[in-house]
């Protein structure tokens, strides 16, 4: 079955960086877009980035625009977020995600808590 794994949260102090993970498995990764998705406390769930299939084509909210990367290697059925210079408004559990447009499926990983604070 699909399963997307996030890994590479944790603490990180303003203005430093850090890199998440999700790990794919169970359907042809190359062929799906994947978004990185984000829900701060109180907060509804947003779209932080996105990336298509082949990967030449990004996308990002403009709070993130600038500051964070979104990058796949189908290779490894990995997709990444490299956040550089975060800021406190940027702490969230933070999603991978998958669209299957075949059967209209959402597909969500468990999340990885991401704090930014000094």
């Known amino acids: 079955q699909v399963q997307l794994v996030e890994s590479g949260g944790g603490l990180v102090q303003p203005g430093g960086s850090l890199r998440l993970s999700c790990a794919a498995s169970?359907?042809?990764?190359?062929?799906?877009?994947m978004r990185w998705y984000r829900q701060a406390p109180g907060k509804e769930r947003e779209l932080v980035a996105r990336?298509?299939?082949?990967?030449?084509?990004?996308n990002y909210a403009d709070s993130v625009k600038g500051r964070f990367t979104i990058s796949r290697d189908n290779a490894k059925n990995t997709v990444y977020l490299q956040m550089n210079s975060p800021k406190p408004e940027d702490t969230a559990v933070y999603y991978c995600?998958?669209?299957?447009?075949?059967?209209?499926?959402?597909?969500w990983g468990q999340g990885t808590q991401v704090t930014v604070a000094s």
């Open positions: 169970g359907f042809t990764f190359s062929s799906y877009p």
């Open positions: 990336i298509s299939s082949a990967g030449g084509i990004t």
């Open positions: 995600h998958a669209y299957d447009f075949i059967s209209s499926t959402d597909y």
